[in-house]
């Protein structure tokens, strides 16, 4: 199967630009919005959009700004969160992928923190996508991870938000999670995982009741030794979803060919890829 290597210039009215990446096979059944994990550039995913493509699904790699291409880098001056994600940057990727991709279905998904982020901007956009994809993804929500990580959840997203703002950005990098990140994203996750509600800084819109209101057929991947995405963190996502159809895959280190944990999966996305094309998208 040929498959098109694209790179689209992408632009936000704010001022945000990026390469929205894409794999297309000849005759897409399908096209994919993928969002990457916290701090993570986009092509990191290309050999899963490849694996997707050669099972007939296009994908279009969305770039988080401040992560590989984007134009923009967090600092005191330039912060940003869910709502610059959720309704300046995603609209303008989406609407790229419209353009490219009409008349095939259209699915929306993402791993780990992408794939909350694909939950909610489906709730914005309920009759936008027919299908939900999440890898390794779930709830931020303290009370869905076992003790004694679960009890120490609270203090890491306050210790987070504190030293994000401290510091002007909060420094992943440093510390094992995510990359150099706007203080006002670190503050909208650690807020979600605090609560357990998914809400934005200066965002009206109640995202919780907009995902109750959507009904689309949502898959789910998980991984055996993915403590940053276990089984009640996904549940706690997937409650939020009264309407939808659901099914939930849980592969091991068998299924995958590589370990079965948070990030091993992307250098070898072929047991993955199949798992989120199967044809059983519903409990």
């Known amino acids: 199967m040929n498959i098109d290597a694209r790179e689209l210039p992408a632009a936000s009215a704010d001022g945000h630009a990026w390469t929205l990446a894409a794999r297309v096979p000849e005759q897409p059944r399908a096209h994919l919005l993928w969002l990457?994990?916290?701090?993570?550039?986009?092509?990191?995913?290309?050999?899963?959009?490849?694996?997707?493509?050669?099972?007939?699904?296009?994908?279009?790699?969305?770039?988080?700004?401040?992560?590989?291409g984007s134009n923009l880098r967090p600092d005191r001056r330039h912060d940003w969160g869910y709502r610059e994600l959720l309704t300046e940057d995603l609209p303008a990727s989406h609407a790229l992928v419209r353009a490219q991709a009409a008349g095939s279905?259209?699915?929306i998904g993402g791993h780990s923190l992408g794939g909350q982020l694909a939950a909610c901007y489906l709730g914005l956009h309920p009759q936008a996508f027919e299908r939900l994809w999440l890898v390794a993804s779930g709830t931020p929500y303290w009370k869905t991870f076992a003790p004694p990580r679960?009890?120490?959840?609270?203090?890491?997203?306050?210790f987070a938000i504190w030293l994000a703002r401290r510091r002007g950005t909060f420094?992943?990098?440093?510390?094992?999670?995510?990359?150099?990140?706007?203080?006002?994203?670190?503050?909208?996750?650690?807020?979600?995982?605090?609560?357990?509600?998914?809400?934005?800084?200066?965002?009206?819109?109640?995202?919780?009741?907009?995902?109750?209101?959507?009904?689309?057929?949502?898959r789910g991947v998980l991984f055996n030794r993915d403590w940053l995405a276990p089984p009640a963190s996904l549940a706690g996502l997937?409650?939020?979803?009264?309407?939808?159809?659901?099914?939930?895959?849980?592969?091991?280190a068998?299924?995958?060919g590589t370990h079965?944990?948070?990030?091993?999966?992307?250098?070898?996305?072929?047991?993955?890829?199949?798992?989120?094309?199967?044809?059983?998208?519903?409990d």
Request: with cysteine; proline share 5%.
């Open 260 to 282: 079965a944990d948070h990030f091993a999966w992307m250098k070898q996305p072929d047991g993955v890829a199949t798992a989120l094309c199967g044809t059983d998208d519903a």
């Open 254 to 256: 068998r299924a995958l």
């Open 171 to 218: 420094p992943g990098r440093r510390l094992g999670f995510g990359g150099e990140e706007a203080r006002g994203l670190i503050g909208d996750w650690a807020t979600v995982g605090l609560s357990g509600h998914y809400a934005a800084v200066g965002l009206d819109a109640d995202l919780d009741a907009a995902m109750a209101g959507a009904a689309p057929a949502i």
């Open 105 to 107: 279905a259209s699915f």
């Open 150 to 158: 679960g009890w120490l959840l609270p203090w890491f997203y306050q």
């Open 36 to 68: 990457p994990a916290l701090g993570v550039a986009a092509r990191h995913y290309l050999p899963f959009a490849e694996a997707l493509a050669a099972r007939g699904v296009a994908v279009y790699l969305h770039e988080w700004r401040g992560n590989g």
């Open 238 to 252: 997937l409650v939020k979803f009264p309407r939808a159809r659901k099914h939930v895959l849980r592969l091991d």
